[in-house]
């Protein structure tokens, strides 16, 4: 895994960078569509390395660039309402669906 410190970030225009990395790696990052060329950051919604590389390049700060779904609210929200349990199976009434077939 690459560290922020064996990239060096090089400024296009605006909030563009091109992302050089000692192993040879070159890398697009756009700050303002929170998209890498290596799709991490558009996979998992947290920057990476490269697009942390651009971050602190511009002196922001990387959590500002993190997806509002790793928010304290909306974890709050993803709980907001209860899971209820279910009864045992023995307490389960008889349906007049025909069951299930295994793939």
Known sequence: MEKVSDCIPIKSI???YQIRCFDGGQY???L???TC??????????PCTHALCAIL?????????VHEYYSVDMYKESYRYPIYGISY???????LYIPP???
């Not at 060329?37 to 947290?46: E, Y």
């Not at 199976?89 to 349906?95: R, V």
């Open 57 to 65: 390049g511009e002196s922001l700060d990387p959590e500002d660039f």
């Open 28 to 30: 697009t990052v756009d």
């Open 37 to 46: 060329t290596c799709r991490a950051w558009q996979l998992s919604g947290i």
């Open 14 to 16: 605006d909030i563009h």
């Open 89 to 95: 199976e023995a307490l389960w009434g008889e349906t």
């Open 101 to 103: 077939l295994p793939p």
């Open 32 to 34: 303002r569509n929170f």
